[in-house]
């Protein structure tokens, strides 16, 4: 089974893209390339719709990893069977995302690379979605939603730039200290590891979306800090007024 191109990874901005089915079943679709990033590393899967040659268009509801290195499946929003049915390897597609959902799930990813650098512990659980995003810190310390609001603010308005970069195995088995996530390691066996960078506030390794520059994340809160348990301090981040995409 070939692996899909994950245009995704080199630019987080890339609406849609042409494509050939690969593969087509009950799970859903797989492409040969896709900009439709698959569930993971706490990120929630895109949703968008995959447009046949005809016109006729996919409900694609989740984006999901296979059952092997490298498979994306598109998965269908319920009721389109016979749509499915339709597709074939071969046949070309045009995969186009949810763009507004996408460029919410960047703000939010990019915004919890800023808590990691106002909050220097280990995280042990993380979520992005749509409509919030929340890190779970390895701490028994109290926090302060006032200060974390404040230090927010500053590097979104500092406007740092955001990149992406790689580096082998061996460099990141040099500074393991790159690594916050307890429960979420980088894939290896590929000899490279993905890095997001902000200029002068964090650099980690990530796999996700994120925006070009802090201040496209716009204005952002703390909306819950929980006690979870004795050694895990939950934050809940939420835009702070409506989001147009």
Same mark, same amino acid.
């Not at 630019?11 to 690969?22: G, I, Y």
């Not at 500053?154 to 195995?169: D, G, K, N, T, Y």
């Not at 496209?216 to 800090?225: A, N, R, S, Y």
């Given at each position: 089974?070939?692996?899909?191109?994950?245009?995704?990874?080199?630019?987080?901005?890339?609406?849609?893209?042409?494509?050939?089915?690969?593969?087509?079943?009950?799970?859903?679709?797989?492409?040969?390339?896709?900009?439709?990033?698959? $569930?993971?590393?706490?990120?929630?899967?895109? *949703?968008?719709?995959?447009?046949?040659?005809?016109? %006729?268009?996919?409900?694609?509801?989740?984006? *999901?990893?296979?059952?092997?290195?490298?498979?994306?499946?598109?998965?269908?929003?319920?009721?389109?069977?016979?749509?499915?049915?339709?597709?074939?390897?071969? $046949?070309?597609?045009?995969?186009?995302? &949810?763009?507004?959902?996408?460029?919410?799930?960047?703000?939010?990813?990019?915004?919890?690379?800023?808590?990691?650098?106002?909050?220097?512990?280990?995280?042990?659980?993380?979520?992005?979605?749509?409509?919030?995003?929340?890190? &779970?810190?390895?701490?028994?310390?109290?926090?302060?939603?006032?200060?974390?609001?404040?230090?927010?603010?500053?590097?979104?308005?500092?406007? !740092?730039?955001? !990149? $992406?970069?790689?580096? %082998?195995?061996?460099?990141?088995?040099?500074?393991?200290?790159?690594?916050?996530?307890? %429960?979420? $390691?980088?894939?290896?066996?590929?000899?490279?590891?993905?890095?997001?960078?902000? &200029?002068?506030? &964090?650099?980690?390794?990530?796999?996700?979306?994120?925006?070009?520059?802090?201040?496209?994340?716009?204005?952002?809160?703390?909306?819950?800090?929980?006690?979870?348990?004795?050694?895990? *301090?939950?934050?809940?981040?939420?835009?702070?007024?409506?989001?147009?995409?």
């Amino acid at each position: 089974m070939p692996t899909t191109e994950e245009l995704f990874r080199e630019d987080a901005a890339l609406a849609e893209c042409s494509a050939l089915v690969t593969a087509s079943d009950e799970r859903g679709v797989q492409l040969d390339r896709t900009v439709f990033y698959p $569930q993971g590393g706490g990120q929630a899967g895109d *949703r968008g719709e995959l447009v046949l040659e005809d016109g %006729s268009v996919l409900a694609i509801a989740d984006t *999901r990893k296979g059952a092997l290195p490298g498979e994306i499946v598109h998965v269908p929003a319920a009721g389109q069977e016979a749509l499915l049915a339709r597709l074939a390897p071969g $046949q070309r597609v045009l995969a186009r995302i &949810d763009v507004q959902r996408r460029r919410r799930h960047m703000r939010f990813h990019t915004a919890t690379h800023l808590l990691c650098a106002l909050v220097p512990h280990a995280v042990d659980g993380c979520s992005i979605t749509a409509d919030y995003a929340r890190l &779970d810190f390895h701490m028994n310390e109290p926090l302060a939603r006032e200060a974390l609001d404040a230090g927010l603010a500053r590097l979104v308005a500092e406007a !740092h730039p955001v !990149h $992406q970069r790689w580096i %082998s195995e061996a460099e990141l088995d040099a500074n393991p200290s790159l690594v916050r996530s307890m %429960s979420v $390691q980088p894939p290896r066996g590929l000899g490279r590891i993905r890095v997001i960078e902000i &200029d002068g506030v &964090d650099m980690q390794p990530c796999g996700g979306t994120h925006v070009a520059n802090t201040a496209e994340i716009g204005p952002i809160v703390v909306t819950k800090i929980e006690k979870k348990s004795a050694m895990t *301090r939950r934050v809940v981040l939420g835009f702070a007024k409506p989001a147009e995409g």
